[in-house]
């Protein structure tokens, strides 16, 4: 399996809303990544995860929360959000956490529109 | 041809021929490049990769060339096909292998 799956496709929520955002893989890599994508822009990175501690949080504000269960999920807790935050969010991972890189597989992404 | 403005810069070929992408990237000392293609709703997809210490690297169809003292990336695809249309990006490492850096993007247009 070389797959990241991302649910739900896509999602519409309200200021007020709590909801969350699923990824997940099979491929025992041991870094996941969310990063935020605007229409006709690249992909930004918000969190990174390396065996499951978050490792670098791109001074995302705090109605984003992300969480790492274990190994293979990952999951981004949205509450409050604004109109501003509708975007593409994409999750991504790597074999392992190491200093020269390696190859991110990217899921299909969540559609998100805020209200 | 390539146009720049207010969307996505624009590269048009007409198929058959071969591309070339370029980009041009921000810290001298990155040392990881990959490029990505993504297709209309759908996240980006892994086409090759370079490290610092190469200039110059191939796969199939796709060739990534690296000149470090103009901190310049280029993707070549021979014999541009249909179903290379798409937006075209590469990333740098910023050094601590996690920290990926997008740049602008390209989008490829095949022309039949």
């Known amino acids: 399996d070389t797959e990241v799956t991302q649910t739900p496709k896509h999602l519409v929520m309200g200021m007020t809303n709590k909801k969350s955002l699923k990824c997940e893989q099979h491929?025992?890599?041991?870094?996941m990544y969310w990063y935020k994508q605007k229409a006709k822009k690249p992909p930004e990175l918000m969190f990174v995860?390396?065996?499951?501690?978050?490792?670098i949080n791109e001074s995302v504000p705090s109605r984003f929360s992300p969480e790492c269960p274990n190994s293979s999920l990952l999951n981004l807790h949205l509450h409050a959000l604004q109109p501003e935050d509708s975007a593409l969010y994409l999750c991504?991972?790597?074999?392992?956490?190491?200093?020269?890189?390696?190859?991110?597989?990217f899921g299909p992404g969540t559609r998100l529109t805020v209200l | 041809g390539e146009s720049v403005g207010l969307h996505l810069p624009t590269l048009s070929v007409q198929e058959g021929d071969n591309s070339i992408i370029n980009c041009a990237y921000s810290?001298?000392?990155?040392?990881?490049f990959i490029w990505y293609k993504q297709e209309s709703g759908k996240g980006p997809q892994f086409i090759i990769d370079?490290?610092?210490?190469?200039d110059k690297r191939q796969g199939q169809r796709v060739t990534v060339l690296l000149n470090k003292t103009v901190k310049h990336l280029s993707l070549q695809i021979a014999a541009t096909q249909p179903g290379d249309s798409a937006v075209y990006f590469c990333?740098?490492?910023?050094?601590?292998?996690?920290?990926?850096?997008f740049g602008p993007g390209t989008r490829l247009s095949v022309l039949p």
């Open positions: 991504a991972s790597s074999q392992a956490p190491s200093v020269q890189g390696d190859e991110q597989f």
């Open positions: 491929m025992g890599h041991r870094a």
């Open positions: 995860y390396s065996y499951e501690k978050l490792s």
């Open positions: 810290n001298s000392a990155s040392d990881y």
């Open positions: 370079i490290r610092s210490n190469m």
């Open positions: 990333a740098e490492n910023l050094l601590d292998g996690q920290n990926f850096v």
